[in-house]
């Protein structure tokens, strides 16, 4: 598989499909290549465009190097896009929409962006969640990490203590690590606005109509703070979205 070294020389895997403009995708907590919404979404957007999903540090087949920062994430995706000739269209989705953002408002080659649902959400528990998570993570809880984002994120406890016996369980604890990631690119649930303030390219802030009230809130709230984003609703669609409800409007907005 295919790899790019990173300037702290972690090593990150994609993989490159299609034909047209380059266009990178960026996954969101949990996710990577061969686990996440990212090949099915390929596929669609293989006719428009050359499409580069690559798995985040910490995930999939891609390396990590201690200690983490947000930067060294926005140097990952920087290297991906220099491999595409050095420009590229990107969309992230949830906490990869967070990275995708904070790349654009430094350059990093992105010349139109689109983002999903960045979960910019505020609330009381944040502070509570991190702390736990860290603490779950320092102790090498893996299992009680994953445990406590996905209640963290809404999922019924009865639904969590289901899936710590199914298959996909260890799975998820390899890359457990990586939430800690996601949470840091959040800043606590508030959007960034000196961020993005400072992102001059055409952007695209898409939400879905069925998604908590809380997301969609962030969405448009993100979309305010970017000086040239439009802010867009996909009828029936919730957080997790659907590739062919998303792709068209991808399509439209990067060849537009």
Not at 23 to 47: F, H, K, N, Q
Not at 134 to 144: N, P, Q, S, V
């Amino acid at each position: 598989m295919p790899a790019v070294t990173s300037p702290d020389g972690t090593l990150i895997s994609y993989e490159r499909s299609g034909s047209g403009p380059a266009l990178v995708l960026v996954d969101g907590a949990m996710c990577y290549r061969a686990a996440g919404p990212m090949r099915p979404l390929a596929a669609l957007l293989g006719s428009s465009f050359t499409v580069h999903a690559y798995d985040r540090r910490g995930r999939g087949e891609s390396g990590d190097t201690p200690p983490y920062a947000p930067d060294r994430e926005v140097e990952d995706l920087k290297a991906v896009i220099d491999e595409a000739d050095g420009e590229a269209y990107v969309y992230g989705i949830s906490s990869g929409a967070a990275l995708a953002m904070r790349a654009a408002a430094t350059g990093s080659g992105i010349t139109r962006l689109a983002l999903y649902e960045p979960p910019f959400i505020e609330g009381p528990g944040n502070a509570g969640y991190t702390a736990d998570l860290r603490e779950a993570l320092a102790a090498g809880r893996r299992g009680d990490a994953v445990a406590l984002f996905m209640a963290h994120v809404g999922m019924p406890p009865q639904a969590v203590d289901g899936m710590r016996g199914q298959p996909m369980w260890p799975a998820l604890e390899a890359i457990a690590p990586t939430l800690a990631y996601d949470d840091e690119l959040l800043c606590g649930g508030q959007v960034p606005r000196d961020l993005a303030s400072a992102i001059t390219v055409p952007a695209l802030v898409l939400s879905g109509a069925a998604s908590p009230d809380a997301l969609q809130r962030a969405a448009r709230d993100t979309a305010d703070a970017i000086p040239t984003a439009e802010h867009r609703s996909l009828d029936g669609q919730t957080h997790d979205v659907q590739a062919d409800a998303l792709a068209p409007a991808l399509t439209a907005f990067f060849t537009g």
